[in-house]
């Protein structure tokens, strides 16, 4: 990976800019389903995985697999791209350096899930809200690979094989940073209904076609150490944006600075597969199980505390700077609520403010 690579970076800028962007406005989901055991209120209501009746887990995993068989609508813009599950994945490699370890973090990530979530209705026709993960009841050594979560037939499949020696630059190219404490996996995925999933791109800031098996490398361990009980109330007791920021992207990049999004991420990416991956995480389609868990997160927190938090917003707006200056402090300002959030080709940019409120967006956790 190349977190610090200022090459990549500025060749990253060029590319962005001379994306032609789609125009469409953002726009509520469309929160009119037949599925009114999903909505409330006119709200779409997201559930925890456990809680959804298994045909509904059923039907979330089948219409990620419709969308991996449709033909992507980048047009050609990435080389990667071989369905409109790519598309997404494209988007997040592109976009990775302007939306991690920084201000923009949660609310890029939250209208990602919604552009998700309509795509599955309006490319594959899926009924009702995606679901959310909640990270506290599988957050344990021994319970983390035992989560409903990783179910062969209703979840998305667990760990990888064990592969003690990773020394091959081939087979693994790209290793995370952090040193992982207690990795169990680095196999491709072989069971359940990604058994066999092919990443069309990455590892690694990349878009090109390079097909490789998405590898799971789970690490209990890591997850024990970064989501404790410890770090779990920290987030819950946030008293700023900035400090609940922190709790959730945590304080370094060595495992006693880490936290809940490396703890997911790294948790299932372990040191060689694909969610440790900054940029092609998204080959894995827990990426988007681990972005509804943090979602979840942010709006239970700003629910706490509605009147003071449905505004609250902080954080460099450029990656890695104060609060998350972990290489050494760079230039940046805070973002605000006027701070723009691009998603090229799924329409023109949105302001942080246009995602505060979930029920403005047409959905809720329940
Ligand atoms: C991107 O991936 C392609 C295909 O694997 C590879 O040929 C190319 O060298 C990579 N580019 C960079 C900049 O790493
Ligand atoms: C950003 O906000 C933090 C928290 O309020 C503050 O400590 C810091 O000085 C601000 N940085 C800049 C550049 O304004
Ligand atoms: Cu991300």
Redesign the pocket.
Known sequence: MHFLSLQSTLLLLTTAIALPCVSAAPQAVDSVTSDSASTSGGLLVRKEWRKLPKSDRLAYIQAIKCLQSKPGKTGGAYDGVRSRYDDFLAMHIIQTDFVHFNGQFLAWHRWLLQLWQQDLKNTCGFKGAIPYWDFTLDNTQAGFPKSPVFDNTYGFGGNGEFIADISDPVLFPVKTPTIMPGRTGGGCIDKGPFAGLVGNMGLGLNTSFSPNCVRRDFDPLFVSLTISPANVKTMWNAK?Y?EFSVAIQGRSFDVAGLTIHAGLHLGIGGQVGDASDMYSSPADPLFYMIHGALDWAWDKWQRADWNKRKNAI???DVNFA??FNFFGDI????VTLDTPLDYPFFGKSIKIRDVMDTAALGYRYE
């Not at 230039?331 to 805070?334: A, D, E, R, V």
């Open positions: 700023t900035d902080g954080g460099p104060y609060p230039p940046y300002k805070n």
